[in-house]
């Protein structure tokens, strides 16, 4: 078989997500499992899991219900324990830069290099200054990583690939968007507590950043506002429980989210026009659970004046049975499930982090 099956997990802030795929059938990769499951309030804080069992209970119901046999996982790590950062050093081959590896990327690494599991990807020559290239260096706590781990295997899953989230949804676009014309596009994903933004120039990574900021500024704002707590803030956000609600007021809140938000990832691109590339980006791909946020894609649209497109990341799999999966709900919590997406696509060869 070419392809093991990996279960793609992804533990975020909000919520736990899970995608397995079948790519060994013929006429098509065949989607077999896509489950969410909700986090409590304070399970995992930016990516920092601090109530383990109610992780561990959320990644097992998910796992019981997909009825899978498989064992392996393709998981992903991100927020303040993991840094990504792109830096020019002199070229030299990967051979070279492995047994360097450690002193070239001190200077950039804001924790102790012998705390840090190091990890990098050469993206080529800066043609403008010659003997130079540019790498991107991952560097994720030693501590962090395991206790991740650590609670994956504990449920007697096994890690294989350990990604970061910004490049999951790389690879994510690379299978579901194979004909997009524009050649710069911008990877945008909200989330609860964390904005990844993955620039491409021809379906190459150009520029990646993650922004402390997501839903959960919004749902805290509601709860704030109009005095309800976490759960209840959430359905006010969602839609679901209006009554008593002043329109006015959560629109006001909405917009200063969104407002922020974009004033932010503006930061992100003009950064990226003025010191990567001076080509304009043409068009933003949008995914994570807040990406439905009330006004959000419209303002991106009109601030950044390029088009955006919310991500449905089943569309390209021709194998999805109807009488198991009901369409209008993968619509539905498609652009959540990006980052799982990708992470399902991922294959044990694929280096970890
Ligand atoms: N219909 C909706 N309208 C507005 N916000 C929504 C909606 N559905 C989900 N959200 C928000 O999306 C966020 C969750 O998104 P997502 O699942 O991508 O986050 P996560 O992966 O759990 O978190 P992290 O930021 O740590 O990666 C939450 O803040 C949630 O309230
Ligand atoms: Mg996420």
């Known amino acids: 078989m070419p392809y093991p099956k990996i279960i793609g997990l992804d533990v975020g802030s909000h919520s736990v997500k899970m995608v397995e795929i079948d790519r060994s059938k013929k006429g098509g990769v065949r989607l077999d499992f896509v489950g969410l499951a909700q986090l409590p309030e304070g399970a995992v804080v930016d990516k920092a899991i601090k109530k383990p069992d109610l992780v561990r209970t959320a990644i097992s119901a998910l796992h ?43 200077p950039y690494i804001p924790f102790d290099i012998k705390d840090v599991h ?22 994720a706590k030693k501590d962090y990583m395991a206790e991740y781990l650590e609670l994956i295997t504990g449920l007697k899953l096994m ?16 299978f579901c968007y194979p004909n997009v014309q524009e050649e710069i596009v911008a990877l945008i994903n909200v ?40 759960e209840r803030a959430e359905n006010i956000k969602q839609g679901a429980q209006l009554e008593g609600i002043n329109p006015r007021n959560l629109r006001k809140i909405f917009q200063r989210s969104v407002d922020s938000f974009v004033s932010e990832i503006q930061k992100i691109l003009d950064f990226f026009a003025t010191n990567v590339s001076y080509d304009p980006i043409q068009k933003i791909f949008l995914s994570g659970g807040a990406a439905v946020t009330y006004g959000l894609a419209s303002a991106m649209e ?40 990708g992470l399902a696509l991922r294959t044990e060869k694929d280096k970890q982090v």
């Not at 993206?123 to 540019?134: L, Q, V």
């Not at 799999?317 to 799982?340: N, T």
């Open 64 to 106: 019981r219900s997909s009825k899978t046999a498989t064992k392996q996982v393709a998981t992903s790590l991100a927020g303040k324990s993991v840094i990504i950062k792109q830096v020019t050093m002199t070229s030299m081959g990967d051979g070279q830069l492995e047994k360097q590896i450690q002193m070239e990327a001190e």
């Open 302 to 341: 009109t601030e950044f004046n390029v088009p955006v497109e919310l991500v449905d990341p089943f569309r390209s799999l021709g194998m999805i049975d109807d009488k198991v999966f009901d369409a209008e709900y993968l619509r539905s919590i498609g652009p959540s499930m990006a980052v799982a997406f």
């Open 118 to 139: 190091l990890d990098w990807y050469i993206m080529g020559d800066r043609p403008e200054k010659e003997g130079t290239m540019e790498v991107v260096l991952v560097a």
């Open 191 to 230: 989330g609860a507590s964390t904005i990844n933004i993955n620039i491409l120039k021809s379906g190459a990574s150009q520029y990646t950043r993650d922004l402390p900021l997501g839903g959960e500024s919004i749902t805290r704002e509601i709860m704030r506002m109009f005095d309800v707590n976490f």
């Open 159 to 174: 890690p294989v690939v350990v990604d970061v989230d910004a490049f999951t949804l790389e690879v994510m676009y690379e």
